[in-house]
């Protein structure tokens, strides 16, 4: 992967003057940037309720921190033991994002009232209430509560161009009415969600002004006016079948677009509250960055060249210079294209490569949100140049979802 990522602003000294004396790797969490990030959100979600995406946090602390500000409720998990591992911590309304075929999970959950009144399972397929059942019969079990998911990709040229993730086959109103017929017709489930998830329009960069950009901004309007038609319609006819408790749209690079949406009733959102460094890329908002990695200087095999111990920790999605954790501070650093970012070490080159000696700090940005979690035991709260906390990760107390 030849090549550099966009350079950002430096790390705040009051940081990297509290966290000088712990040995790395580690991972830093800015107290102010994240309170700066949660004001955002809410002013950008425009008074529509947010449900924080937990595969962007992953840490309970930072969760817990979140949900007691104004404007935030509930959690959009990413697996169904995970939904059940926070909801034996106290958390409360936990939707689970992507359906789930844990067997050991669905026997939990169908075998514990408190459990099934907490948790939202998604589905888009008969054949996923047909696994529940075959888990755990009914009658016999708890009713499990379930969501059903809206493809919201957008389709220009119907099924021969496809923008956005593949994810549920229900697009049309006729679609979501025949499976949740299904769902009404069966006992022992519960259909009280929708979601959609307009990653198309969430998820991809749209900052700059050569002729890429312009095309994602005009494809992004298209699918947000497309949608605009197709999910409340979608909405009204499911409404019809079942009393639906809450319609989740959006992502934190759709807030603006989904809440103008009247049959959306809540955002989902979690990426902005740390500001990773995918989120450079965007024209109508910048969260402030909230959580960096920090690895030590280990070789100096030339003067302009530096290595760090590790660095390897590649964003998912398609593989490009934009998944790459972004070298932060000292400023000017790069990757070597015939190395990049390794897992045992990384080299960086630079002007500023010459003035770091071996044991001298280098900061970095994770490309995408909470995916920095699955390398790290805890972060490190700063607030005011100070340690203030510690905040464990999943992987810190132990957990792999």
Known sequence: MPGTRRPTGPVPEHLREAAAGIDPPFGVLDAAALGVNIEDLRRRAAGKPIRVASKSMRMRAALARVLDEPGF???????????????????????????TVHREAIRQLATDDALAAEITVMVDDPAQLDLVDAVAPWPGRSTIRVCLELDAAFRPAGNAVILGAR??????????????????GRGGFDLVGLMAYEGQIAGVGNAGHGPRAAAVRAMQRRSAAELAERRPAVVRAVRQLADLEFVNGGGTGSIETTTKDPSVTEIAAGSGLLGPGLFDHYTSFRPAPAAYFVLPVVRRPARDIVTVAGGGWIASGPPGLDRLPTPTHPTGLRYIGTESAGEVQTPLRGRAARHLQIGDQVWFRHAKSGEVCEHLNELVVIDGGTIVDRFPTYRGEGKAF
């Open 73 to 99: 409720h509930g959690v959009l998990c990413y697996a169904l033991p995970e939904a059940i591992w926070l909801a034996r911590h106290g958390f409360r309304d936990l939707v689970v994002g992507y359906p």
């Open 167 to 184: 994810r549920s086959p229900i697009r049309t109103p006729r679609d979501a009415t025949t499976l949740a017929r299904h769902v009404a």
